[in-house]
C-alpha cells in the first residue's frame, strides 16, 4: 500500500463523496497517515460510518452542486480546521440508460454533480493554495471518460469533461507548487456500481478492480509529478485503443453492449405482437 505522499502529518484534507466508495477509503488511509480529513457527502448515514473509521475524520453534509454551499463550507474548513493541503474530488453518481431512454433531468443531475460540482470544489480551494503556492487536488475521471460506452453515455460525457478540465488545469499550475492528478480507474469495485441498473450485455463479466490499487496508484503519480494515473492490468492499453484504432473499439463495444434498441423504438413493435 503506498503511503500518502506530500502531505504533511496534521495537514487538512477535503474530501468530496467521502460517504461510500473511493472517497470513503481515501478517507481513512489519510486519516490513517495522520491527516486532518473533512469528509463531505450529502449521504448522512455513510458519512456517519466514515466518521467511525478514525478519530481525525469530521463529517460535512454538502451538495457538490450547490456552488455557495461549497464556498462556504471551503471557508469555515480553513478558518476551523486549518489550510487545505489536498482535495479529492470523488463525487459521482452514475445512473445508467441509453441516451434516448435517459430523461433529460436525469443527464442534466450527472453534469451537476460529476463535473459542475467538481469544478465547484477545485475553485474554491484554489485561491488559499495559490496564496500558498503549496497543495495536490485528486480528480475521479474514469476510464469512461476515454472511452465512451452504450447505457454510460451521460456519465461517460461527464468523466470526458472532467479528464479534459483537469489536464488543462495540471498544465496552468505547473511551477506554481499545486499538483493535479487525474485518475481514471476502469471499473473498480464500488457502491457506485449499484447505481448502473441498466448495463451493457457483458458488463458483469468485466473484472472489478480493487480500490486499495486504484489509491496507490494515486499516490504514485502524485509522487511523480503526472497528470494521470491509469490504475489496473491492461487500463492503459484500452486508452490507446481509443486513441489510435477508434472503429476496433467501437466493433468491440458494440459485440460487448448486445442489443441497443431504445424502449422508445421497440415498445410499439412490442405492444402491436402482444
Given at each position: 500500500m503506498?503511503?500518502?505522499?506530500?502531505?504533511?502529518?496534521?495537514?487538512?484534507?477535503?474530501?468530496?463523496?467521502?460517504?461510500?466508495?473511493?472517497?470513503?477509503?481515501?478517507?481513512?488511509r489519510?486519516?490513517?497517515?495522520?491527516?486532518e480529513?473533512?469528509?463531505?457527502?450529502?449521504?448522512?448515514?455513510?458519512?456517519?460510518?466514515?466518521?467511525?473509521?478514525?478519530?481525525?475524520?469530521?463529517?460535512?453534509?454538502c451538495?457538490?452542486?450547490?456552488?455557495?454551499?461549497?464556498?462556504?463550507?471551503?471557508?469555515?474548513?480553513?478558518?476551523?480546521?486549518?489550510?487545505?493541503?489536498?482535495?479529492?474530488?470523488?463525487?459521482?453518481?452514475?445512473?445508467?440508460?441509453?441516451?434516448?431512454?435517459?430523461?433529460?433531468?436525469?443527464?442534466?443531475?450527472?453534469?451537476?454533480?460529476?463535473?459542475l460540482?467538481?469544478?465547484?470544489?477545485?475553485?474554491?480551494?484554489?485561491?488559499?493554495?495559490?496564496?500558498r503556492?503549496?497543495?495536490?487536488?485528486?480528480?475521479?475521471?474514469?476510464?469512461?471518460?476515454?472511452l465512451?460506452?452504450p447505457?454510460?453515455?451521460?456519465?461517460?460525457?461527464?468523466?470526458?469533461?472532467?479528464?479534459?478540465?483537469?489536464?488543462?488545469?495540471?498544465?496552468?499550475?505547473?511551477g506554481?507548487?499545486?499538483?493535479?492528478?487525474?485518475?481514471?480507474?476502469?471499473?473498480?469495485?464500488?457502491?457506485?456500481?449499484?447505481q448502473?441498473?441498466?448495463?451493457?450485455?457483458r458488463?458483469?463479466?468485466?473484472?472489478?478492480?480493487?480500490?486499495?490499487?486504484?489509491?496507490?496508484?494515486?499516490?504514485?503519480?502524485?509522487?511523480?509529478?503526472?497528470?494521470?494515473?491509469?490504475?489496473g492490468?491492461g487500463?492503459?492499453?484500452?486508452?490507446?485503443?481509443?486513441?489510435?484504432?477508434?472503429?476496433?473499439?467501437?466493433?468491440?463495444?458494440?459485440?460487448?453492449?448486445?442489443?441497443?434498441?431504445?424502449?422508445?423504438?421497440?415498445?410499439?413493435?412490442?405492444?402491436?405482437?402482444?
Amino acid at each position: 500500500m503506498a503511503a500518502p505522499v506530500g502531505v504533511p502529518r496534521g495537514s487538512v484534507a477535503v474530501i468530496t463523496g467521502a460517504g461510500s466508495g473511493m472517497g470513503q477509503l481515501s478517507a481513512q488511509r489519510l486519516a490513517a497517515a495522520g491527516t486532518e480529513v473533512v469528509a463531505v457527502d450529502v449521504n448522512d448515514a455513510g458519512l456517519a460510518t466514515t466518521a467511525r473509521l478514525a478519530p481525525t475524520i469530521r463529517t460535512e453534509l454538502c451538495d457538490v452542486s450547490d456552488g455557495a454551499a461549497v464556498a462556504d463550507l471551503v471557508r469555515r474548513v480553513e478558518s476551523d480546521v486549518g489550510p487545505i493541503h489536498r482535495l479529492v474530488n470523488a463525487a459521482a453518481i452514475a445512473p445508467t440508460a441509453l441516451l434516448a431512454d435517459q430523461p433529460l433531468e436525469e443527464m442534466r443531475r450527472l453534469v451537476e454533480v460529476n463535473f459542475l460540482g467538481l469544478m465547484a470544489t477545485t475553485t474554491a480551494v484554489l485561491d488559499n493554495m495559490l496564496a500558498r503556492r503549496r497543495g495536490e487536488i485528486v480528480q475521479y475521471g474514469s476510464l469512461a471518460g476515454w472511452l465512451p460506452t452504450p447505457y454510460f453515455g451521460t456519465y461517460s460525457a461527464t468523466k470526458a469533461a472532467v479528464v479534459s478540465w483537469s489536464e488543462t488545469l495540471h498544465h496552468e499550475m505547473a511551477g506554481l507548487g499545486i499538483k493535479v492528478v487525474c485518475v481514471c480507474p476502469p471499473v473498480v469495485e464500488t457502491p457506485l456500481l449499484d447505481q448502473a441498473v441498466e448495463r451493457p450485455a457483458r458488463f458483469d463479466q468485466l473484472p472489478r478492480l480493487g480500490p486499495e490499487e486504484v489509491l496507490d496508484s494515486v499516490e504514485d503519480a502524485l509522487a511523480a509529478g503526472r497528470c494521470f494515473a491509469f490504475p489496473g492490468r491492461g487500463t492503459t492499453a484500452t486508452w490507446r485503443m481509443r486513441r489510435w484504432a477508434p472503429a476496433l473499439m467501437w466493433r468491440n463495444l458494440r459485440a460487448f453492449a448486445g442489443d441497443l434498441t431504445p424502449r422508445r423504438a421497440r415498445d410499439p413493435v412490442e405492444q402491436q405482437v402482444s
